[in-house]
């Protein structure tokens, strides 16, 4: 079974920065990207951030210039870093990875139960 347990969100005012973390366990395949969403109140859920195992990102265009997303594939993590934060930025962030097996046979896609950011003052 595999697990994602995210880390790293809270209460922050307008202008701070969060480091979300998100650490992946269990029986897994080769990882081939993982990914940040976020959901808002009211909002559907959005990608925030993504990573491949090739490095090649992307980002939401309401977060280029201020989020960063970074990977250490040894310890299977992937982070988050944002800053200056913004009261829209505020919502659950979920972390997404996708997975292959049997020389890419098998695709799996894993979410975390998400990490709470709130923006305000």
């Known amino acids: 079974q595999v697990q994602l347990v995210e880390s790293g969100g809270g209460l922050v005012q307008p202008g701070g920065s969060l480091k979300l973390s998100c650490a992946v366990s269990?029986?897994?395949?080769?990882?081939?990207?993982m990914k940040w969403y976020r959901q808002g109140p009211g909002s559907e859920r959005e990608l925030v951030a993504g990573?491949?195992?090739?490095?090649?990102?992307n980002y939401a265009d309401s977060v280029k210039g201020r989020f960063t997303i970074s990977q250490d594939n040894a310890k299977n993590t992937v982070y988050l870093q944002m800053n200056p934060l913004k009261p829209e930025d505020t919502a659950v962030y979920y972390c997404?990875?996708?997975?292959?097996?049997?020389?890419?046979?098998?695709?799996?896609?894993?979410w975390g139960r998400g990490t709470q950011v709130t923006v305000s003052s």
């Open positions: 997404n990875v996708r997975e292959e097996r049997v020389g890419g046979l098998y695709q799996y896609e894993h």
């Open positions: 269990g029986s897994v395949g080769s990882i081939y990207a």
């Open positions: 990573i491949t195992v090739d490095n090649i990102i």
